[in-house]
């Protein structure tokens, strides 16, 4: 059973402009939301993370924008940069427990 | 380097052998992951320690898988009579637990990447 749908499966952008990932979850108890990206050969790394009580949290260029009705959280990227160019999952889990992962978007920021 | 640490990298193997991976985790961490993730397809929890007690299997963890945690410390997932259905990336993370409340941050390392030929 997926827990976490993700989309778009790739997205491709042009240098300075807004990457949007979006995902939905079922599992209303998941209380931490984190987004990882993940550089081919590396393991993922946390990029930034949100809890149900907000609804949006920036870092950076970075923003989660979290809809706890809908069940829905999303990541935007401001001024996509080539360097961004990566594979985006978004995740949930509950407290201290397994971290469940979407299915992941890779990113192309073209020049 | 103070982050999670798995060796070997590449692990090259033929069906019907074991294999064994390494895991050594940010030293003040006292939890312990296993994911593996396939090509496309975002990572899949294996199982994960607190300590040196394992306290969760997913039921992807076949029985001819087997992990350890001895001493808490580093930890080792063991593969027997490989299958070509085995190859995949083997990830390890590791986290803090900060008591109630807290949230999971866990830190990954670069991974064991296995091909079973």
């Known amino acids: 059973q997926q827990q976490v749908k993700q989309s778009p499966q790739s997205l491709i952008v042009q240098k300075g402009g807004i990457s949007i990932i979006n995902c939905a979850y079922e599992n209303t108890a998941f209380d931490y939301f984190p987004w990882y990206q993940q550089f081919p050969g590396k393991g993922p790394a946390l990029l930034i993370a949100?809890?149900?009580?907000?609804s949006e949290k920036k870092e950076g260029r970075f923003t989660i924008s979290f809809n706890k009705s809908a069940k829905q959280f999303s990541l935007h990227i401001m001024d996509s940069q080539p360097g961004d160019s990566a594979t985006y999952f978004c995740a949930a889990s509950l407290g201290y427990q397994k971290v469940t992962f979407g299915t992941g978007t890779k990113l192309q920021v073209i020049p | 380097d103070t982050g999670v640490s798995q060796d070997p990298r590449h692990k090259i193997t033929k069906r019907g052998q074991n294999v064994t991976f390494r895991c050594d985790p940010i030293?003040?961490?006292?939890?312990l992951y296993w994911y593996r993730q396939t090509l496309g397809q975002g990572p899949e929890f294996l199982t994960y320690?607190?300590?040196?007690?394992?306290?969760?299997k997913s039921r992807l963890l076949s029985d001819r898988f087997s992990a350890e945690r001895p001493k808490g410390s580093f930890s080792t997932l063991e593969i027997q009579r490989t299958e070509q259905g085995d190859s995949a990336m083997y990830l390890c993370?590791?986290?803090?637990?900060?008591?109630?409340?807290?949230?999971?941050?866990?830190?990954f390392g670069p991974g064991t990447r296995l091909t079973v030929l």
């Open positions: 993370a590791s986290s803090l637990a900060a008591g109630l409340g807290s949230y999971n941050e866990q830190f």
């Open positions: 949100i809890r149900p009580d907000v």
């Open positions: 030293s003040e961490h006292n939890r």
């Open positions: 320690f607190q300590n040196e007690a394992q306290l969760e």
